[in-house]
């Protein structure tokens, strides 16, 4: 992948909330069990590079929803809790965009680039890619900080959530945004900033 400029890239992290917890402990299955890590990772590497963060909250409008605002599950993970300075956008609906001031935000700090991660691959975190992608933005969703659950499709049939995950990854490349990993942003951040001060 390119270098990412360091102020026109922004890390845009997606409904890292409780509530998924409670769906494991209920016996849902999960892909990528070390997403909340590589997502910890990110935010430690956008801090350490005085780079931009937009933390995403997931509000549901459901009373009984585990990500209603008034729920437990509503709360962010602790590891990805934001530090002051970092905004924390609540959303209704799939899209970070629909009903939030998150574009107006983005472009007002002169953000191209979007580094995407959280939860879920194939909601939340695909409906935002999307968006990006048409809005002009240069998105970059990162395959190994976000996760889905495993689905049984219309038909009755299990889906994996290795294989929900993958398709959305395959659907979203090229069109959307690039698919990268963890390493390939740490990686190229290092490099941007090598070449802005090389005394780093």
Same mark, same amino acid.
């Given at each position: 992948?390119?270098?990412?400029?360091?102020?026109?890239?922004?890390?845009?992290?997606?409904?890292?909330?409780?509530?998924?917890?409670?769906?494991?402990?209920?016996?849902?299955?999960?892909?990528?069990?070390?997403?909340?890590?590589?997502?910890?990772?990110?935010?430690?590497?956008?801090?350490?590079? /005085? !780079? *931009?963060?937009?933390?995403?909250?997931? #509000?549901?409008?459901?009373?009984?929803?585990?990500?209603?605002? @008034? +729920?437990? &599950?509503?709360?962010?993970?602790?590891?990805?809790?934001?530090?002051?300075?970092?905004?924390?956008?609540?959303?209704?609906?799939?899209?970070?965009?629909?009903?939030?001031?998150?574009?107006?935000?983005?472009?007002?700090?002169?953000?191209?680039?979007?580094?995407?991660?959280?939860?879920?691959?194939?909601?939340?975190?695909?409906?935002?890619? /999307? !968006? *990006?992608?048409?809005?002009?933005?240069? #998105?970059?969703?990162?395959?190994?900080?976000?996760?889905?659950? @495993? +689905?049984? &499709?219309?038909?009755?049939?299990?889906?994996?959530?290795?294989?929900?995950?993958?398709?959305?990854?395959?659907?979203?490349?090229?069109?959307?945004?690039?698919?990268?990993?963890?390493?390939?942003?740490?990686?190229?951040?290092?490099?941007?900033?090598?070449?802005?001060?090389?005394?780093?």
């Amino acid at each position: 992948m390119n270098q990412l400029a360091q102020r026109t890239t922004g890390l845009v992290v997606v409904d890292v909330q409780v509530a998924f917890d409670e769906w494991e402990a209920a016996g849902r299955k999960r892909n990528n069990p070390d997403a909340l890590g590589n997502i910890v990772s990110l935010l430690n590497a956008f801090r350490d590079n /005085r !780079m *931009a963060i937009f933390h995403i909250r997931h #509000a549901s409008r459901s009373p009984n929803s585990g990500f209603a605002i @008034d +729920r437990p &599950g509503f709360a962010v993970k602790a590891q990805a809790r934001e530090q002051p300075g970092e905004p924390v956008i609540v959303k209704h609906v799939n899209s970070a965009f629909i009903g939030t001031d998150l574009e107006e935000r983005l472009r007002q700090r002169g953000i191209q680039s979007i580094v995407i991660v959280g939860a879920t691959t194939n909601h939340c975190v695909e409906t935002t890619t /999307r !968006m *990006a992608g048409n809005m002009g933005f240069d #998105a970059k969703l990162v395959r190994d900080a976000t996760w889905t659950f @495993d +689905r049984i &499709g219309p038909d009755g049939d299990l889906h994996t959530a290795e294989q929900i995950h993958a398709m959305t990854l395959a659907n979203l490349s090229g069109e959307f945004a690039e698919i990268v990993t963890t390493s390939n942003v740490i990686d190229s951040i290092g490099s941007a900033a090598r070449i802005i001060d090389p005394a780093v």
